[in-house]
């Protein structure tokens, strides 16, 4: 049995769907917040830069919802999972801004994130909206795994 029999499957109006898209607007803006007072906070140049580069991706996110359109029409990415997130720890709040931690911080909640929309996808009848869902925790996994990459590349380095 998959995953997507265990949720109760709901039918939604465009005005509902609409509702969901806010909601996830308004995650990719608590992200872009996030990254932004890290900023504020961090004393290194690269810490700095790769930031700068976090808050990026967040608001590429973001535009890319605000410019969705009620469409099945998404190519979906089967993304690898390193699962180096699950393996750490979760209390991400109380962390030191140094360049492993700031990484740690930014897969969790990329994690969160991808859980999210895939626990949206499987909520909703409407195929269309659960393809939508499919499609941002593809990117959410995209971006996952690209910071899982870089702290399994650190590591590597003897760190």
Do not use: C
């Amino acid at each position: 049995m998959t995953q997507a029999f265990l949720y109760k499957r709901i039918k939604m109006t465009a005005q509902e769907f609409q509702k969901i898209i806010d909601f996830a607007i308004a995650r990719e803006e608590e992200s872009i917040k996030f990254y932004q007072d890290l900023q504020n906070e961090t004393k290194f140049q690269g810490q700095l830069a790769m930031l700068k580069e976090l808050e990026s991706m967040e608001k590429a996110h973001k535009a890319a919802l605000e410019n969705l359109h009620y469409t099945n029409d998404f190519h979906i990415d089967k993304v690898p999972n390193l699962h180096i997130s699950e393996y750490l720890t979760d209390d991400v709040e109380n962390l030191d801004l140094n360049y492993p931690n700031l990484l740690i911080m930014a897969m969790k909640r990329e994690d969160i994130s991808l859980h999210l929309y895939t626990e949206l996808s499987f909520r909703f009848a409407d195929e269309q909206i659960g393809t939508l869902f499919r499609k941002l925790a593809s990117e959410e996994a995209k971006h996952k795994l690209w910071f899982e990459t870089l702290y399994d590349e650190w590591l590597k380095q003897g760190n």
